[in-house]
């Protein structure tokens, strides 16, 4: 068989549609079980989970775990109450995250703990993490509550390594990684492998989807700390600067303080630490950013981690699932143009 190379500057206009598509049948699936796995005789709970559940994400998740059991040929039914469990997943995480955060804005909604207050956001994504392990422990597979629940505990950890990183210019390049695997990386690694797992796969198939997720994740989660400094709330879902504003020393900001003078660090310092958080200061760290190429190298990084994902690919056959999954790595990285 001859392989195919892919490249990811040979494709315009990527988009999530072919993966969409090839997929569309079993997401109705998993979106039952979401529907179904998301009430409570407690109104508030599906009230404030349907608020997040369904406020316009793309479900890319589960969207992998699909795509993945497509690629592999699978043609059983236990990856779709896996995929509702890694939404869940990543559902619950997302209304911690905002409490974290104190976000007011959520795909360019109001999020739930401006609504609901913090507390009731909390124990939502409490119930939420709950019945992710119900389904994860209805399938009876040890190996894949291993690895969901592994992931589970490595995004905790990075959500606190990116606390007690928070306010910190000084963080360096590969803490600031060792985040973004572990926050976001993690799951999109662990809903692809386990695709593997319930088709019953080789190890080497299993690493092979690993890898890609993981890539995958690395490269979605680099852009999306690009676009914090050159997008907008409309094409966001969030506020500009929020991270900036936060005081997260993301790749654009280690980069551009690496880079700067004097004064620029001095500003820099002033600004993750929570003295220079005004609009005016803002502006300031996008001349910074830009004059220092510190969104270009950032967007560099997400493609090289993107160029990863799709070698990882390199094992399966060609097809349309293939095909789909490689456009989804450029679609992930396309967001920022």
Known sequence: MSATIHRLDQRPAPSLDPMVALIAADMNLVNAVILDRMQSDIPLIPTLAGHLIAGGGKRMRPMLTLASAKLLGYTGTRHHRLAAAVEFIHTATLLHDDVVDGSD??????????????????????????????????????KVLKILSSASAIIAEGEVNQLTAARRIDTPEERYLDIIVAKTAALFAAACKIAAVVAERSE??????????????????????????????????????????????????ILAYARGNAEDRTFWKAAIEGHRASDADFAHALDLVRATRAIDDTLARARHYGQRAIDALAIFPNGKAKDAMVEAVDFAIARAF
């Not at 959520?106 to 609504?115: D, M, P, S």
């Open 105 to 142: 804005l959520r795909r360019g909604k109001r999020t739930a703990n401006l609504i609901w207050g913090n507390p009731a956001s909390v124990l939502v994504g409490d119930f939420l993490f709950s019945r992710s392990f119900e389904l994860m422990v209805e399938d009876g597979s040890l």
């Open 204 to 253: 080497a198939e299993e690493a092979a989807l690993d890898a890609y997720g993981r890539n995958l994740g690395v490269a979605f989660q680099l852009v999306d700390d690009a676009i914090d400094y050159v997008s907008d709330a409309d094409t966001m879902g969030k506020d500009a600067g929020d991270d900036f504003r936060d005081g997260k020393a993301t790749l654009p900001v």
